[in-house]
């Protein structure tokens, strides 16, 4: 199993600085940036196409992309409201990201590398770069503490970065500072399923804001649009809120966004008391998640338990949505998550097998969308399949 980039010996920072923040590798970004996503529409089996089987579509290699659960200091968490005429998750609710690129993240590994579908070096400077674009908030450090720039400044520089007119990490050297790498905790990865022409491989990560923030210009952590580029509103809001949203069909979330604030709402269950109490639960309550991301195994029941995703920790699960079957009471899709995708088929990675998502997919995006015990989801359709052969 490919360790995270936390566990090897040295630092993110030394790896950094030993690349001299050069980037070896560049070429021109595409004219249009598309966030990564990872879309499932409700049909049979899909079997990997092949370039030389006649008549079937060449299978799509997916594009290395990064996303950040960003937490504010009280535990709230971002999303992004993404503008209705993207190409992907329209009008839909995301994680700040994006795509991969060469010119600002230096050396992408090769779609024939195993590190390809591995956290590295390339998707945390993009997860951090990406976030700085679209939300303003910089999660680069100055003497040890997150820098602080004016509005108008960071305003200016996201435009430049995104015109590709300076590159990232230079920008950040002129000023001092540099990417807090070691701050980004992989938290999953998702891998589009085959069935969609445009795929990508998504390296998803935590990242804390401090919690005290009596050293920092509250400007400094209050996300702003990117005017409209990419996305029309960015927030903060308990993780539970923006579920109970998608519950009521007031939002959109895709799969990913759904299972992983359905992972952190289960921990950051309540707002704090008074305020002598308050950062002292909020920090006990960082502290469970953390405990919790580096818990094996990862299941919960016995049965779960046996099944070999569990052996596999947070930071290395590799999630390629997959259909398992439609529920007969509300025709939602229910998707399994335990496989990762062809790219890694025959290898020891995985994801979650017992959990699912169930969704009903059309036109306007995923609705109902829901997270649920495996086992609790087939027991339901058991019940459900036994009761209508009684009628």
């Known amino acids: 199993m490919p360790p995270s980039l936390n566990s090897i010996g040295r630092p993110l920072s030394q790896l950094l600085l030993r690349s001299g923040y050069r980037c070896s590798f560049v070429v021109p970004r595409t004219a249009q940036r598309v966030a990564p996503s990872i879309f499932i529409m409700a049909s049979k089996t899909q079997k990997r196409p092949s370039s030389s089987s006649a008549g079937k579509r060449p299978l799509s290699e997916p594009r290395p992309s990064s996303s950040v659960l960003l937490v504010s200091p009280v535990n709230d968490v971002l999303l992004l409201h993404r503008v209705h005429t993207s190409t992907s998750f329209a009008s839909a609710h995301v994680f700040p990201g994006g795509n991969l690129d060469p010119y600002h993240d230096g050396v992408i590994p090769s779609v024939d590398s195993p590190e390809r579908h591995q956290d590295g070096l390339a998707y945390r400077i993009g997860a951090i770069r990406e976030t700085f674009e679209e939300t303003g908030i910089l999660l680069a450090k100055k003497d040890g503490t997150l820098i602080n720039l004016s509005i108008e400044e960071r305003d200016a520089v996201r435009k430049q970065i995104h015109g590709n007119q300076v590159k990232f990490l230079e920008w950040l050297k002129s000023v001092g500072a540099e990417p807090d790498l070691d701050g980004l905790i992989p938290f999953t990865r998702w891998i589009t399923p085959t069935i969609n022409a445009k795929r990508f491989t998504t390296q998803m990560y935590l990242y804390m804001l401090p919690l005290t923030r009596s050293d920092m210009p509250s400007e400094m952590l209050i996300p702003t649009p990117d005017n409209g580029v990419e996305h029309t509103a960015a927030s903060f809001a308990p993780a539970k809120t923006f579920l109970s949203r998608a519950a009521d069909n007031s939002i959109i979330l895709f799969p990913p966004q759904a299972y992983l604030l359905t992972l952190v709402s289960d921990i ?20 469970k998640l953390l405990s919790f991301l580096k818990r094996t195994p990862t299941a919960e029941t016995e049965k779960g338990k046996e099944h070999k995703t569990a052996a596999i920790p947070w930071g290395d699960k590799v999630m390629s949505p997959h259909n398992l079957f439609i529920r007969k009471e509300d025709k939602r899709v229910v998707l399994g998550l335990d496989k990762p995708g062809p790219e890694l088929q025959g290898s020891e990675r995985g994801g979650d097998w017992e959990r699912v998502v169930l969704v009903n997919f059309g036109k306007g995006g995923p609705t109902n969308v829901e997270v649920r015990r495996r086992e609790d989801v087939l027991e339901e359709e058991k019940k459900s399949q036994a009761s209508s052969e009684k009628l």
């Open 268 to 287: 950051f269950t309540s707002r704090f008391g008074s305020l002598e109490e308050g950062p002292l639960q909020l920090a006990a309550q960082r502290k």
